[in-house]
């Protein structure tokens, strides 16, 4: 029978640095880790609870990073770091607001566990449903650090077995996904801002999200941001007419309200921001 001086050096040995875990997936460790043994870690501080069924190490600090890589793993929930939080880590976020509260988007259509709301005073954590058209295309991955407590490339040198997997989106994922929240949680402005930074933008990588979005709105967004900014990348994407027969779908969208109507993307846009459509001259009559 195992006394609790084995429970303890078992636990320093399964248990992840930096990672909560559930009752769940230490009972899948071994099973000398039943309700009473758990009891006992608790009640002796070798185990600290966040929630109930959900236990770090006493002492842990945990990062935004170290719950993302966790939630992954150990609850098995199927969602990724995206927008926002996915161009910053990838370099695009020179424009975004700063604020004391870090905000964290995560993508998913699973409901994240209450437990985040409290775990890390400093950090929201914020759900948003994905574009459901894309599945699983344009997701890069990154592995998370413990011991240095950061993210790092799966290809970079002097991996470890303790580094844990985080599914980040692409840059190119991660402003259509910013471009479903214009104008309601951001401004026509700031997703202008973002896309002024993105000139390495893969048009190749680019073009088989457009293929796979369904989603008017974000299309006729993307479209027009691009045209304002002409970067040499658009001019390598395909017209929005020949991604497939939805193209642009039909009748006009209001997204600005008191805007303008672009007529060529047929969405309304901030005034300060519309531009006149080009004049065409006829040659014909000279």
Known sequence: MPTN???RELLQTVMPEGLPV???WLTKQSPQFDRHA????LKSKQLKAVAPGVYVRPGTHLTWQGVVASLETIFSKDLNVGGLTALELQGFAHYLPLSRQRSVHLYSKDALPAWLDHAIPA???VRHNRLPSLLGFGFVHREYDPIERTLIDVEAPGRRQDFWP???SSPERAYLEVLMDVPEAISFEHANQLLQGMTTLSPRRMEQLLRKCTNVKVRRL???MAERNAYAWLKKLPPPEALDDLGLGSGNRVLAKGGKLDPKYRITVPEEMWTPPARTT?????
Do not use: E
Request: aromatic share 16%.
């Open 38 to 41: 758990l009891d006992n870690l």
């Open 166 to 168: 985080v599914t980040l």
């Open 5 to 7: 001086a084995n429970r």
């Open 222 to 224: 993307f479209y027009w």
């Open 282 to 286: 006829d040659k014909s009559a000279s």
């Open 123 to 125: 950090v929201q954590f």
């Open 22 to 24: 559930t009752k769940h």
